[in-house]
């Protein structure tokens, strides 16, 4: 069974300038989540999708920070525009039952 | 601070027990868990309890559940070197803890 795929691995944009990270759940598995790590603390959630429709996204910095998920299958997470507090790693997760599984992770230098 | 909290550090040697603990705040998971993470890499669900459970085995680890006081934790038995990593918890609301960086002295 193919894992959480996520692309591009690594990112580095300047302040200012937009950036997507583009996320492929398992197939078959209707929860999606988008996560932020910044280096040396634990994984906060963005945006957590079931299917297409938005469940939790209380902790998004909406003013700059966008994601969706149109067909209940693939998400992109968007920033714009990113600040250098931006710096950390995106990952993806999705879940089926009582399991969650994580993508490698999109590594975001914002210089 | 933290929703979840775990303490930062641990340094074990090799061959002893390792036991790391995490508090939580959110009554209502039902399911709690255990990540590792190695430097570098993405996250590796460890295992994960119901929440109607206050024990569970698994090969080396171990572990319980103190619903009453929000209090879970992980024992690695018989540590390894490949056992270094950073552990988090996580709550079934996909709140983390910061983690506790497992340090394994040969």
């Known amino acids: 069974e193919a894992g959480v795929a996520q692309s591009p691995r690594y990112k580095i944009i300047e302040k200012r300038q937009s950036v997507a990270f583009w996320c492929n759940p398992i197939?078959?598995?209707?929860?999606l989540y988008w996560y932020q790590q910044i280096l040396g603390q634990g994984p906060k959630l963005l945006i957590q999708?079931?299917?297409?429709?938005?469940?939790?996204d209380s902790q998004l910095p909406k003013d700059r920070f966008s994601a969706e998920r149109l067909k209940g299958v693939d998400s992109t997470l968007k920033i714009q525009p990113a600040k250098l507090e931006d710096s950390a790693v995106y990952l993806c997760?999705?879940?089926?039952?009582?399991?969650?599984?994580f993508g490698p992770g999109t590594r975001l230098t914002v210089l | 601070g933290e929703d979840v909290e775990q303490s930062l550090f641990l340094s074990v040697r090799e061959g002893d027990s390792s036991v790391i603990n995490c508090t939580y705040t959110?009554?209502?998971?039902?399911?709690l868990y255990w990540y590792k993470q190695e430097p570098g890499a993405g996250l590796q669900l460890l295992t994960y309890i119901f929440s109607n459970m206050d024990m569970k085995q698994d090969q080396r680890l171990t572990v319980l559940l103190n619903k009453k006081d929000k209090h879970l934790s992980l024992r690695i038995a018989d540590t390894q070197t490949g056992d270094s990593a950073i552990y988090f918890c996580?709550?079934?609301?996909?709140?983390f803890g910061a983690g506790t960086r497992l340090t394994v002295k040969p």
């Open positions: 197939s078959g598995h209707a929860t």
């Open positions: 959110d009554s209502s998971s039902t399911y």
């Open positions: 997760a999705s879940r089926t039952g009582s399991e969650q599984f």
């Open positions: 999708f079931q299917n297409n429709g938005v469940v939790d």
């Open positions: 996580a709550e079934t609301g996909a709140r």
